[in-house]
T-cell receptor, first 115, second 112 residues
């Protein structure tokens, strides 16, 4: 089974801090994704990556950046955390190439609170 | 821009009932449609994936149908059980892209 691991289940940070959310997958998947999930707004795509060192903006990239230095790891960075970035963050991965035929596999999420 | 709507937003049924969850999308040029389950405080688990050329997919007590031309999909759950209680999300992949657009989900509660 594919395993997508997010480094923290719960995280509390202060306004203005630089925050790193880490995601690791163990199935050699090319594609990785970061979403945030908010009540009433559903899942929204922040950034995604088709392969190592590649990144693409999603629907709501403002205030975020990403890093993909190794295939198995995709990091989400909040450059200067703000209270409106308090949310549930979900990471997902999927095989590349013909991977559009395959489902995305999700981690358990990181619930981030910015005080 | 693709929009995905799920109706109802919440549903409460007694154990044993058959039920239908609905998903509609505005742009019929999709590559596939996926149904996910999310338990409280957890990530998403893939249930069924229907390619645009398919009409339905089945897995155990779950059956998902797709009518691409009308922009609709249904998830049918037979003989519901308390363990089916969760939020069910529908997502579409648009042709030419590899990203998903999600609906806001249907929260299902099955009472014993």
């Amino acid at each position: 089974d594919v395993k997508v691991t997010q480094s923290s289940r719960y995280l509390v940070k202060r306004t203005g801090e630089k925050v790193f959310l880490e995601c690791v997958q163990d199935m050699d998947h090319e594609n990785m994704f970061w979403y945030r999930q908010d009540p009433g707004l559903g899942l929204r795509l922040i950034y995604f990556s088709y392969d190592v060192k590649m990144k693409e903006k999603g629907d709501i990239p403002e205030g975020y950046s990403v890093s993909r230095e190794k295939k198995e790891r995709f990091s989400l960075i909040l450059e200067s955390a703000s209270t409106n970035q308090t949310s549930m963050y979900l990471c997902a991965s999927r095989i590349g190439g013909r991977g559009r035929d395959q489902p995305q596999h999700f981690g358990d999420g990181t619930r981030l609170s910015i005080l | 821009k693709q929009e995905v709507t799920q109706i109802p937003a919440a549903l409460s049924v007694p154990e044993g009932e058959n039920l239908v969850l609905n998903c509609s999308f505005t742009d019929s040029a999709i590559y596939n449609l996926q149904w996910f389950r999310q338990d409280p405080g957890k990530g998403l688990t893939s249930l069924l994936l229907i390619q645009s050329s398919q009409r339905e997919q089945t897995s155990g007590r779950l059956n998902a149908s797709l009518d691409k031309s009308s922009g609709r999909s249904t998830l049918y759950i037979a003989a519901s059980q308390p363990g089916d209680s969760a939020t069910y999300l529908c997502a579409v992949m648009n042709s030419g892209y590899s990203t998903l657009t999600f609906g806001k989900g249907t929260m299902l509660l099955v009472s014993p």
